[in-house]
């Protein structure tokens, strides 16, 4: 069998005296589309955040393709919430798209004609090529969401998370985005997808994750993805209660 | 070399240092950080000449950098307490440590040439006097020395970390995935802001600091597209307010350092207005030929049904 992308194991982390997440064993294989799926406040960002090592954690570890994450931090590229870009940075379509390839340059080493190749090709794969020269302010939210696809194609990372992808973009850029995601999982990379949306799951993801402060579910989309499990996930937010006790006994 | 010349060179290195220094705190949304850091130094530059008793001692300005670093250190740590948002935070710290530092200095520097007014005000108009001599070479001015010294180690720096920190100001979880320690690099480029904060407070007071880090960024990333073209137009924006407004100064004999604010405030008023796709008034055309199109758009199609 071979290693799984993202390996987490027993994660806890708490802001303040409160855990937002308890005690989370999470295995993402390698080539599957996989949703993080839970209400508000559940702790879906802050899971994403620990695996990025962005947040501090009380306990747990993260591999990512069985090494430690510092030593595979490259192997993921990152497609950040839309609401949290700075739009009005002063840079344009290449540019950003260009910054895919900061990575492999690697510590001063400027990116050349190479680079911006790579990124045009990424571009036009999106559809995008003819907006190159724009600054990304001048972008409706699904060509803006497509240009971070760009940088991520660009980067070339074995593993993806996207935050939120779906968020404030149109239906056509919606089921394009869906289309990309499957193809580069045909190509053999692992997605990871933050989602609000339950009516979707079905069609759009092959693995779902039901987070609630612990991990309610895990697996494949038709054996995770009950009723059942997801009322228990969206009803109650205290259920790091039974777990104490049980340890305790 | 005359007086004025030096003057007019030694506000325009001033303008150049803390221009470019301010587009990294522009992009990054961060502004308040120049005018927290600006007076935050002065606990440190008292507390030093207090102890070293030498006002042109280089370790008052190692001090003062140390102090604004204290400053940035402070404000992290409130904000990361989550009781206090990150520019309530600010406001605390460095109004504190400034009136630390106002203490110090009125009780302990009565008669010493090292006043509040001095700090607010500066006195680029006598910058040029100081001079600066090295192993028996003269160099020029103190202040011209001071601020050459940081236009070079700014431009330095950003040349040789441009990729890393538009990276930084951009997207700082990419930055954290590439390995890039993003907070390493936010510290150093804070740290090497307070120098400059430092070494053009002595040459130009607090207010002129925070006029020339922020105005001209400000107005550059509504002109620019590019980050590199904002570092280049914000640099040329800041040397235009401080050659004009020492050029305005002499007539009227006042101190450069309020028409050189003022005249970088007037620049971005004017690019505010007038900047050719992100200008307000260039906004409201586009507004307005955007609805006549969905009103000609509407019109044609509520008259289609009729025709058919």
């Known amino acids: 069998m071979t290693v ?6 027993k994660l806890t982390v708490t802001y303040d005296a409160e855990p937002v997440l308890w005690d989370i064993d999470l295995t993402v294989p390698q080539r599957v589309v996989m949703g993080l799926v839970g209400p508000n406040g559940a702790g879906k960002s802050t899971l994403l955040k620990s695996i990025l090592d962005l947040t501090p954690k009380l306990a747990g570890q993260i591999k990512v393709l069985g090494q430690p994450f510092a030593a595979n931090r490259k192997a993921i590229g990152y497609v950040p919430q839309r609401s949290s870009i700075d739009w009005d940075f002063p840079t344009t379509v290449l540019d950003l798209v260009v910054m895919g390839t900061y990575g492999r340059l690697g510590w001063f080493r400027r990116p050349g004609e190479r680079e911006r190749a790579d990124a045009m090709a990424a571009l036009k794969r999106l559809g995008m090529d003819a907006y190159a020269e724009r600054q990304i302010n001048e972008l409706s939210g699904g060509q803006q969401q497509r240009a971070f696809l760009a940088r991520a194609f660009v980067q070339d990372a074995p593993i993806y998370f996207l935050d939120e992808p779906f968020a404030g973009v149109d239906v056509p850029t919606e089921k394009l985005i869906v289309q990309l995601l499957h193809e580069l999982r045909d190509e053999g990379k692992t997605i990871v997808v933050v989602q609000h949306d339950l009516k979707t799951v079905g069609e759009y993801l092959d693995q779902v994750s039901l987070i609630n402060q612990t991990l309610v579910a895990s697996g494949d989309v038709e054996s995770s993805f009950s009723e059942q499990l997801i009322e228990e996930t969206y009803s109650g937010r205290s259920r790091i209660c039974s777990p104490i006790v049980k340890g305790d006994a | 070399m005359s ?62 950098g140390l102090s604004g670093l204290l400053m940035v250190w402070l404000v992290q740590w409130i904000a990361r307490t989550g009781r206090v948002k990150q520019d309530a935070a600010l406001g605390i710290v460095f109004s504190g440590m400034f009136s630390v530092g106002v203490i110090a200095s009125s009780l302990n520097l009565k008669n010493v040439h090292f006043h509040a007014h001095c700090i607010i005000d500066g006195n ?12 028996g070479f003269y160099l020029g001015p103190k202040a011209f020395v001071s601020m050459l010294l940081c236009v070079v180690g700014v431009i330095g720096f950003v040349v040789v970390f441009f990729k890393e920190l538009k990276l930084l100001a951009f997207d700082e979880t990419t930055s954290h995935l590439f390995g890039f320690r993003p907070r390493l690099l936010h510290t150093i480029w804070l740290a090497i802001v307070s120098i400059v904060a430092v070494a ?6 607090t207010i002129l600091v925070v006029a020339l880090m922020i105005a001209p960024a400000a107005a550059a990333n509504l002109l620019s597209d590019r980050l590199s073209w904002m570092f280049v137009l914000s640099a040329l924006l800041g040397v235009v307010a401080a050659l004009l407004g020492v050029a305005l100064s002499q007539p009227l004999s006042i101190s450069p350092a309020g028409p050189i604010s003022s005249i970088a405030g007037f620049e971005f008023l004017l690019i505010v ?24 758009l509407l019109a044609k199609r509520n008259r289609l049904p009729k025709n058919e």
């Open chain 2, 273 to 296: 207005f007038f900047a050719p796709k992100r200008g307000l008034i260039a906004r409201r055309i586009a507004r307005r030929r955007r609805r006549r199109l969905w009103i000609a």
């Open chain 1, 4 to 9: 799984p992308a993202i390996q987490v194991e």
């Open chain 2, 124 to 135: 680029l108009a006598f910058a040029a006097l100081d001079d600066c001599h090295w192993f």
């Open chain 2, 3 to 64: 007086l004025l010349a030096w003057t007019y060179l030694i506000a325009a290195l001033t303008a150049v240092a803390c221009s470019l220094a301010g587009v990294m705190l522009v992009v990054k949304r961060e502004a308040l950080v120049s005018e927290g850091l600006s007076h935050a130094v002065l606990p440190g530059i008292v507390l030093a000449f207090l102890v070293f008793r030498d006002r042109s001692s280089p370790l008052l300005i190692l001090a003062a």
């Open chain 2, 200 to 205: 053009a407070f002595e040459v130009a007071g």
